[in-house]
């Protein structure tokens, strides 16, 4: 019979006790179910609810039985339903009635949403970790190769040159991004609501701040029904996983892109491709599509608790049973994809000539030529139509701007001269981009700063 089998006379049905169990995810959740249970016992001796001589028999049992999980010597029996039951009764198998004493002033309402709130902590730092490993590859890469040039694009056509460091570095910021939803999915994490106990709070005088200190949370929750109804935090951190999934999958698609026979703007590592096994040529970039694929699961993992969540009165439902297993999904999908792409992103080999030799088509010199007419004094409207016109005239050719003859240029307006060579050359076009955050080698370089001070700053949150 089940720990809560008094008022019962016949116990679950075999298939309806699997169906309804969450052991096969929550054990997952043993330290954490641990490490609540001997806080709550050490607080609740320390208040005189329990005897110092059974809350010693506590700890020690708890311990053992932490100890044999990790040994690998603990079977776990899916007729205790949860980690919660499982490691209740198994203390009171070996330690007797002081193991009975423990679930004095506590519900599973509460202890479940505590060891879930410890877990959701410790899988932001795991995330965050990562997160920054993979900042990490990108900078290095961005700073192994400052000068060099690629296609900039706006509707996948050529639009203006830009430098590859730049491209890179446009990564690290939505990573950064990452990184603050993860620490804003920490904090929502971190509040104690051990003390909540089924929904009401409870009659004993339980010292929740002590709990608090005991289990490192910021803060005890301030109303018990929304302690044990509550799943907010995990929406936070699986909407978190899902925006960095979506930042991932577009870095992969780029990768996937610029490996093509049509770009092969770089070279992926064959540490990070498979092969074909009929087509003996084949090189394929697998990982940076599965990280692209493993995407749609995580909007998945989120939209499912959404969706489980909604409507739900309060407090705690047995629905909410569900909210475990999307998030876990959710996070060791990132922390996965995340050191994939780290790997991918450091060890693939970058081919500048073949950017430039991108660069070069596409007459990405036109806005510059038309800047070029307007800095003369042309309204740059109509600037826009002489270049537009001299684009023609190439595209009729076949040739590019730089191909034109100054007396091409004249033809359209005298007010080209000899120094419009400089308004050409794709190296001079993306120097001259020195705007704050622009693509200019001394923009990028001023970005290089604010890079290393946010990558430092992020490590310090981590370490604190
Ligand atoms: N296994 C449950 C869960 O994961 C624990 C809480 C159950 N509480 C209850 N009253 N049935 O949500």
């Known amino acids: 019979m089940a720990l809560w089998g008094g008022r019962f006379e016949e116990g679950v049905d075999d298939f309806t006790q699997r169906f309804g169990a969450s052991l096969p995810v929550d054990k997952h959740m043993y330290a954490e179910d641990i490490a609540g249970s001997r806080a709550h016992a050490k607080m609740l001796a320390a208040q005189g609810i329990i005897s110092a001589e059974d809350q010693q028999k506590i700890d020690a049992g708890l311990e053992g039985i932490l100890h044999d999980i990790e040994a690998g010597n603990f079977t776990f029996d899916i007729n205790d339903e949860d980690i919660h039951m499982a490691v209740e009764a198994e203390l009171t ?111 004993y005088p339980l010292d929740r701040q002590m709990t608090t200190r005991e289990l490192g949370f910021a803060r005890p929750t301030a109303n018990s029904l929304d302690a044990v109804s509550n799943r907010d935090f995990l929406l936070d951190l699986d909407y978190a996983c899902a925006v960095s999934m979506m930042h991932l999958s577009r870095l992969a698609e780029e990768v996937i892109l610029w490996s093509t026979q049509e770009f092969a703007f770089i070279t992926l590592s064959d540490s990070y491709s498979t092969g074909s096994s009929i087509m003996p040529q084949k090189k394929n970039p697998d990982f940076a599509e599965l990280i692209r694929g493993k995407s749609g699961r995580v909007y998945g993992d989120l939209v499912a608790l959404l969706t489980t969540m909604k409507g739900l009165p309060l407090a705690y439902n047995k629905d909410m049973q569900e909210d475990k297993e999307g998030v876990i999904d959710a996070a060791h999908t990132l922390v996965d994809s995340m050191r994939c792409m780290a790997g991918m992103i450091a060890t693939a080999t970058i081919h500048p000539d073949a950017m430039m030799e991108s660069a070069r088509k596409g007459h990405m010199a036109a806005t510059d030529v038309a800047d070029y007419l307007a800095k003369k004094g042309m309204p740059f409207r109509d600037a826009h139509a002489v270049v537009g016109h001299l684009v023609l005239e190439c595209e009729k050719r076949g040739c590019s701007l ?63």
């Open 402 to 464: 730089d191909d034109l003859t100054l007396a091409d240029f004249k033809k359209e307006s005298d007010l080209f001269e000899d120094d419009i060579t400089g308004a050409l050359d794709l190296p001079a076009i993306v120097d001259a981009r020195t705007t704050e955050g622009g693509t200019g080698a001394s923009a990028v370089a001023e970005q290089l700063k604010k890079v290393e001070a946010r990558l430092s700053a992020d490590e310090a949150a981590l370490s604190a």
């Open 93 to 203: 198998r070996r330690i007797g009635s002081a193991g009975a004493r423990l679930h004095t002033g506590r519900s599973r309402n509460d202890q479940v949403i505590t060891d879930t709130r410890l877990l959701a902590k410790e899988l932001c730092a795991q995330i965050m970790k990562g997160n920054v490993a993979l900042r990490h590859a990108l900078v290095d890469q961005a700073v192994a190769h400052p000068h060099v040039v690629m296609p900039g694009y706006t509707h996948m056509q050529h639009a203006q040159p830009v430098l590859f460091s730049h491209h890179l570095l446009a990564y690290f910021w939505m990573f950064s991004r990452d990184f603050a939803r993860l620490q804003f999915a920490l904090d929502q994490a971190d509040e104690n609501p051990l003390g909540s106990a089924a929904l009401a709070g409870t009659t």
